[in-house]
């Protein structure tokens, strides 16, 4: 397996408040991965995302057993999602500029065939297989919310003034709910990780077409965030690509 990822703080935004980490594991038979989209005053988001982040592979990479154990993997990604809430809830309630901050956090741990992935917020996961794109996780989002009920369709969602305002976050609150997937793998396919930087410009039929083109995964996170830059990149933008 391989990964690679990338990150651009676009073009309007004066500060980059997304994170991502990957680490390999196992001579790359093993793959952990997290992006994360911070939110919050002055640098607040960019603390509350790093911050997250580091907190979530370290807590995986320190249960080694959990991860070599398929029936573990599931328990291991929330322990370390719990604990990268816990920190940032406990650092946000330190300092008034740290008040009220929090991040969105979609991560996984990957190994051949299978890949666990978690999210809290609207960052996503999406699963490429041939032809076929599959976003893996549902976004936390009221516009989202919205579509399940019937009160708008997709593509009017793409445009509502709501968009952008999501339901769930890590670090706001003592405890948060997230969602865990199970996705099978075959050789070959590939699995996105971004924020909505990414989402909220680049359709998905242009994500699968820039992933047909280039087989390298660094051209294509570059080309993904060029091509979200070109439709004026109001956000930060993250992409992570693994491989299997």
């Given at each position: 397996?391989?990964?690679?990822?990338?990150?651009?703080?676009?073009?309007?935004?004066?500060?980059?408040?997304?994170?991502?980490?990957?680490?390999?594991?196992?001579?790359?038979?093993?793959?952990?991965?997290?992006?994360?989209?911070?939110?919050?005053g002055?640098?607040?988001?960019?603390?509350?995302?790093?911050?997250?982040?580091?907190?979530?592979?370290?807590?995986?990479?320190?249960?080694?057993?959990?991860?070599?154990?398929?029936?573990?993997?599931?328990?291991?990604?929330?322990?370390?999602?719990?604990a990268?809430?816990?920190?940032?809830?406990?650092?946000?309630?330190e300092?008034?500029?740290?008040k009220g901050?929090?991040?969105?956090?979609?991560?996984?741990?990957?190994r051949?065939?299978?890949?666990?992935?978690?999210?809290?917020?609207?960052?996503?996961?999406?699963?490429?297989?041939?032809?076929?794109?599959?976003?893996?996780?549902?976004?936390?989002?009221?516009?989202?919310?919205?579509?399940?009920?019937?009160?708008?369709?997709?593509?009017?969602s793409?445009?509502?003034?709501?968009?952008h305002?999501?339901?769930?976050v890590?670090?706001?609150?003592?405890?948060?709910?997230?969602d865990?997937?199970?996705?099978?793998?075959?050789?070959?396919?590939?699995?996105?990780?971004?924020?909505?930087g990414?989402?909220?410009?680049?359709?998905?039929?242009?994500?699968?077409?820039?992933?047909?083109?280039?087989e390298?995964?660094?051209?294509?996170?570059?080309?993904?965030?060029t091509?979200?830059?070109?439709?004026?990149?109001?956000?930060?933008?993250?992409?992570?690509?693994?491989q299997v």
């Open positions: 397996m391989k990964a690679y990822g990338q990150t651009d703080k676009g073009i309007v935004r004066r500060d980059n408040q997304d994170h991502f980490l990957i680490e390999e594991l196992s001579d790359g038979k093993l793959i952990l991965c997290v992006v994360c989209d911070g939110m919050g002055a640098k607040a988001g960019n603390i509350a995302s790093s911050l997250a982040a580091e907190t979530f592979i370290q807590t995986l990479v320190g249960q080694p057993m959990s991860l070599l154990d398929e029936g573990l993997v599931g328990e291991a990604l929330q322990d370390a999602i719990m990268a809430n816990r920190v940032v809830h406990e650092m946000a309630k300092s008034e500029n740290h901050m929090g991040t969105t956090l979609v991560g996984a741990v990957i051949e065939g299978l890949a666990h992935i978690i999210n809290v917020g609207d960052s996503r996961a999406y699963h490429i297989s041939g032809d076929e794109l599959k976003q893996v996780t549902r976004d936390h989002s009221l516009v989202e919310d919205m579509i399940a009920r019937g009160d708008i369709t997709r593509d009017e793409l445009s509502h003034p709501s968009r305002l999501i339901t769930r890590v670090g706001t609150e003592p405890r948060i709910a997230k865990l997937f199970i996705t099978k793998l075959k050789p070959g396919d590939r699995l996105l990780f971004c924020s909505d990414l989402t909220n410009l680049v359709t998905e039929a242009d994500i699968l077409q820039e992933t047909e083109s280039y390298d995964l660094d051209k294509c996170c570059e080309m993904l965030i091509l979200a830059l070109a439709k004026g990149g109001p956000d930060n933008v993250t992409t992570v690509m693994v």
